[in-house]
């Protein structure tokens, strides 16, 4: 068994905190079983995949807080209910937050964002914008002549970010995954 620092590092973590966090869930979920001494045991489903189950990706880190340069990697699949991406599973692709710019919306740093791909949203919506070649999460407001992306923290330095030219939408956020307590 590797340990949780050759973890971190094979999977680009700076530090053993995501890799805990992960083990902890796939532990609680009882798709695996800590063993003193010997590792880890796979006791659960964890390469047969339910019926009503679909692979959906998870493509990098997104902006909480200031935009962060657009960046897609494949870092793996998340599987997840049918149900949840409305037989459409192509639409739909999971984000890592990064920040704290939207905690007071139920949005931590590194929860999993479920993001549905589409160029509209509503007025109110949890959105991923791309402004120049930088991605951000945030509350889309539409303005007569300009569009309000509104953080919601309980930190008081984050402020309203006003586009009018170089935004475009990327998609909605449809759920957030909370990967620890």
Known sequence: M?????????LGYPSVNSIQQYIR????????QIEEKRGLKNVG????????QVN??????VACGAPLFAEENLEGYVSISKNL???KPKNFF?????????????????DLLLIESQSVANTGD???????????????KPQAECVALLPKSKDEKYKPIIVSKDFRMQGVVRKV???SN
């Open 45 to 52: 489903p964890i390469e047969k995949k339910e019926a009503n």
């Open 126 to 140: 949890r959105v991923l914008a791309l402004i120049d070649d930088e991605v951000t999460v945030k509350i889309f």
């Open 2 to 10: 590797p340990s949780y620092k050759e973890l971190a590092d094979v």
């Open 56 to 61: 959906i990706p998870l493509l990098g880190r």
């Open 177 to 179: 995954i909370k990967l």
């Open 94 to 110: 999971f984000l890592r937050a990064h920040g704290n710019s939207m905690n007071d919306d139920g949005i931590d740093d590194n």
């Open 85 to 87: 991406v409305k037989d």
């Open 25 to 32: 869930a796939l532990e609680k979920k009882k798709y695996i």
